[in-house]
């Protein structure tokens, strides 16, 4: 299960209930975090640890947008956890770990250019890009 979509859904849960952000900072204060944390009871108690520490981490995001150490940490660990072991199934099973918001008709448009494009890279590099290019 790709980890990002149910990190979005939540986090949108919880950024709709909270007050108090910072126009255009994509910050919230620790009032407005603790308030969305009480509106949302089952905030930070996903059904793992690390769920829950992903969730609180969402709040966090700007450190992956400024911080090329944590953007490639995150990156890996996204693909390790989430894409890795999905490789043997083809580029459409990774298109559904990383974006599955675009697979059974989401965004069909979106999910054929993207298979689109990783038939043209493959070209490019010679190489055959295999079957199950969608989702």
Same mark, same amino acid.
């Given at each position: 299960?790709?980890?990002?979509?149910?990190?979005?859904?939540?986090?949108? &849960?919880?950024?709709?209930?909270?007050?108090?952000?910072? &126009? &255009?900072? @994509?910050?919230?204060?620790?009032?407005?975090?603790?308030?969305?944390?009480?509106?949302?009871?089952?905030?930070?108690?996903?059904?793992?640890?690390?769920?829950?520490?992903?969730?609180?981490?969402?709040?966090?995001?700007?450190?992956?947008?400024?911080?090329?150490?944590?953007?490639?940490?995150? &990156?890996?660990?996204?693909?390790?956890? @989430?894409?890795?072991?999905?490789?043997?199934?083809?580029?459409?099973?990774?298109?559904?770990?990383?974006?599955?918001?675009?697979?059974?008709?989401?965004?069909?448009?979106?999910?054929?250019?993207?298979?689109?494009?990783?038939?043209?890279?493959?070209?490019?590099?010679?190489?055959?890009?295999?079957?199950?290019?969608?989702?």
């Amino acid at each position: 299960m790709a980890m990002l979509p149910f990190l979005a859904l939540g986090v949108a &849960a919880l950024v709709l209930s909270a007050a108090g952000m910072v &126009a &255009a900072q @994509n910050f919230y204060t620790r009032r407005s975090f603790l308030a969305g944390a009480r509106a949302n009871p089952n905030f930070g108690k996903g059904s793992t640890s690390d769920d829950g520490k992903r969730e609180i981490a969402a709040f966090f995001a700007h450190k992956v947008a400024q911080d090329p150490e944590v953007a490639f940490k995150a &990156a890996l660990w996204f693909w390790m956890n @989430n894409v890795k072991q999905v490789l043997p199934r083809g580029f459409g099973a990774t298109t559904r770990a990383i974006n599955s918001g675009e697979c059974n008709g989401g965004n069909a448009a979106a999910m054929n250019a993207r298979a689109g494009y990783y038939r043209a890279y493959c070209r490019q590099f010679g190489v055959d890009p295999g079957s199950s290019l969608t989702c």
